[in-house]
């Protein structure tokens, strides 16, 4: 351990304080400018319905802990529930994002009163983020080292970003480092209490995130690291992997708690739409045939070792994970995710002075000032995570890798603090760096969300090499509204990939098709002009088919005259619009289809072939709607065009692939039943 430039322990405390109350000034003050993004609002629902119901088989993608805290405010106001039958809705992602939808726009509901409130109580993570983190700090490293960690996180733009949003990622974040600084207080002097509180906290973070698994092989290499480093002998060494063991064991049974003991998902027996069994065969089917999925899942479920929800969930992460969604990196569409995303990520969102710092850490010399332990504490939990990610598919935003960021603003303060201790050029460096951190974040509020820094940009410029969560979360439909008014625009066409309802906020423009489920309302004409505001996740292409058929692919070279919130867009002009009328078309015959009003379908179908002839889905769309006439002729013909072209690209198509052969597979049994075949 080092100590340098400690000051009192009173005023040391007073200081970080005022560091952790600007930090939640921050983030409260950043999202009152946003609209929902694009879960919290299912989450929120889903929260509600816990308390309500006991119902985890709603949005089982993520554990429970976060949404029912994000409830609790709205259980106490007495805000309505969501409608329909406690335990009897769909548990499908498309009912669940539907509930939601209803229960804030369609219920007669205050919407921003029921956000704020859910996101107040989801800065509770934040809170015990900076908290953990200085007082983690302080003990590896000493005080001046957790100042400069706190005002490295207090001034990070992503944990700004996240940090009161009704999500997982900020809490696993939070969670996870108190679950470390838990097991290294256990390990320095190790107490019944101790061992308990590690339990707990390991506990938590199992409840918040799926990614909250990889607290296991953390812990477990810092109790063979523990064990290694013991001067006893025999099974006295044995000790932190003994310790290890129990706080596993406590942390599964807290699990079990939030869940409420209780292996079903769903209350009185109700049944998953789609049962766990048959969830794994689709998985299987696109292409995941990992060991955690085809193996260890179903013996987990057989053995009831944890609960059903929460296997529900891991294999959905699992089966988006592998081969991935299509990430957008560097202007450029990829059909899977690539092992170099997260790093060059890292470099784009962090600010430049900490990235600066970061240089430093090769001039301190730990062994010396540190020893290896605390470093220890410090590189393993950034080295699993990251490392869980670069081999991962889910390239969707540096937000998965957000739980490594508090423990390198440690190891940069501890950097910056010994710096500072040294004379000369060192010490204004430290201080340079700091501030330059600083001065970048303040610069970029209230759009934490799009933050890259001045080297690609800045927020403004981030779409062009990054989407999704990294840029475009579906959040900046209120500054849309202001800039509309400001430049008095009232006749315009929106392309809006997110969540909220826009016209609850004032933007009355026309729709345009944001992604694969269309635009509300009729057909897309095949050329528009005027004033056409687009969701930057909508023209990255992540959400269509393969990176050619992206029908705005024609917008990533434009240049578009303003850019509102980081997120949307602004073109002026005419433009041909054949491809996204396609898609428009593709889309109303789905949502006939589900309907059963088959032979609009049908039509709907061919209409949006016409304009797009290479189209998976169009063809998808096809053989489903000739499947529900009987005409299982046309239907086969369909599936096997849908196959064939997606074979020819399996890399973009393992979703669609996968839909097909089950459409045939379908059909062999309808002919086998003697069913009409057109």
């Given amino acids: 351990m080092f100590v340098t430039e400690d000051p009192s322990r009173r005023r040391t405390l007073l200081i970080a304080l005022s560091f952790v109350v600007i930090y939640l000034l921050q983030i409260l003050l950043a999202v009152g400018h946003q609209s929902q993004t694009n879960d919290e609002g299912y989450h929120l629902a889903a929260g509600y319905r816990y308390w309500q119901c006991g119902d985890f088989g709603i949005n089982p993608e993520h554990p429970p802990l976060v949404k029912l805290l994000a409830a609790v405010p709205l259980r106490l106001l007495h805000v309505p529930a969501p409608d329909g039958a406690c335990g009897k809705e769909p548990t499908t992602k498309d009912a669940g994002y539907g509930m939601s939808y209803h229960w804030y726009y369609e219920q007669g509901l205050d919407p921003e009163r029921m956000m704020r409130w859910g996101r107040i109580a989801a800065a509770t993570f934040s809170l015990m983020l900076a908290v953990t983190s200085f007082f983690f700090a302080r003990a590896l490293f000493g005080s001046a080292a957790a100042l400069f960690t706190l005002a490295l996180l207090v001034f990070e733009p992503t944990l700004l970003a996240h940090g009161a949003l009704i999500t997982t990622d900020s809490a696993v974040t939070a969670c996870m480092i108190l679950s470390v600084f838990a097991f290294y207080s256990y390990a320095q002097q190790p107490t019944f209490v101790r061992l308990l509180l590690a339990g707990i906290s390991i506990g938590l973070t199992l409840a918040v995130k799926h990614s909250g698994m990889l607290l296991l092989p953390i812990l477990l290499l810092l109790a063979i690291a523990e064990a290694w480093q013991r001067r006893d002998t025999g099974r006295a060494r044995l000790r932190p992997l003994l310790a290890y063991m129990a706080i596993v064991t406590i942390g599964v049974a807290v699990l079990w708690t939030v869940y ?13 739409t789609l049962p766990l069994a048959q969830f794994i065969s689709n998985v299987e089917q696109q292409g995941n045939d990992s060991f955690l999925v085809a193996q260890a899942i179903p013996l987990i479920a057989r053995l009831h070792l944890l609960p059903e929800a929460y296997l529900y969930g891991f294999v959905d992460v699992l089966s988006i994970s592998h081969p991935g969604q299509p990430p957008f990196l560097l202007g450029k569409l990829y059909p899977h995710g690539q092992w170099f995303y997260f790093p060059i990520t890292f470099m784009i969102k962090s600010t430049l002075g900490f990235l600066a710092l970061g240089l430093c850490v090769v001039l301190v010399p ?19 995570v990251l490392g869980a990610a670069m081999t991962s598919g889910l390239n969707i935003g540096y937000r998965h890798v957000l739980p490594m960021v508090p423990f390198l603003c440690v190891l940069l303060g501890a950097t910056a603090a010994w710096m500072l201790s040294r004379k000369g050029a060192l ?11 600083i001065a970048s974040s303040l610069l970029t509020f209230p759009d934490y969300i799009p933050y890259s820094n001045e080297a690609w940009g800045g927020p403004s410029r981030t779409y062009r090499v990054l989407t999704d969560a990294n840029a475009d979360w579906g959040q900046s439909i209120k500054e849309l509204k202001t800039y509309l008014d400001r430049h008095s625009i009232n006749d315009c066409w929106l392309a809006y990939d997110g969540v909220t309802a826009p016209e609850y906020y004032g933007v009355h423009c026309r729709r345009l098709p944001p992604n694969g489920y269309g635009a509300p309302g009729g057909p897309t004409p095949k050329m528009v002009s005027g004033t056409l505001l687009i969701s930057a996740m909508t023209i990255s292409g992540i959400e269509w088919e393969n990176a050619e058929l992206n029908p705005y692919r024609a917008f990533l070279t434009d240049t578009p005259t303003d850019v509102v919130g980081g997120s949307i867009l602004v073109f002026q002009g005419a433009y041909d619009m054949t491809g996204v009328a396609a898609v428009q078309h593709i889309a109303i015959a789905n949502r006939l289809a589900g309907e ?31 499947a529900g006439l009987q005409q299982t002729a046309s239907a086969r013909q369909a599936f096997e065009s849908a196959l064939h072209l997606g074979q020819a690209m399996p890399a973009w198509y393992p979703n669609e692939i996968a839909r097909a052969q089950r459409g045939l597979q379908a059909l062999l049994g309808v002919e086998s039943s003697g069913a009409p075949t057109s």
């Fill in 260 to 272: 409420d003991w209780r292996f079903a998902p769903r209350p009185g027996g109700v049944a998953m």
């Fill in 427 to 437: 010490r204004v460096t430290a201080i340079i760096l700091s501030l330059v951190h």
């Fill in 596 to 626: 059963r009003q088959f032979a609009e379908a049908k039509t709907e179908a061919q209409s949006g072939l016409a304009l797009m002839p290479a189209s998976v889905r169009g063809y998808l769309a096809l053989g489903n709607a000739c």
């Fill in 366 to 384: 730990w062994r010396r000032l540190a020893g290896g332990r605390p470093l220890l504490y410090v590189l393993t939990p950034c080295t699993v």
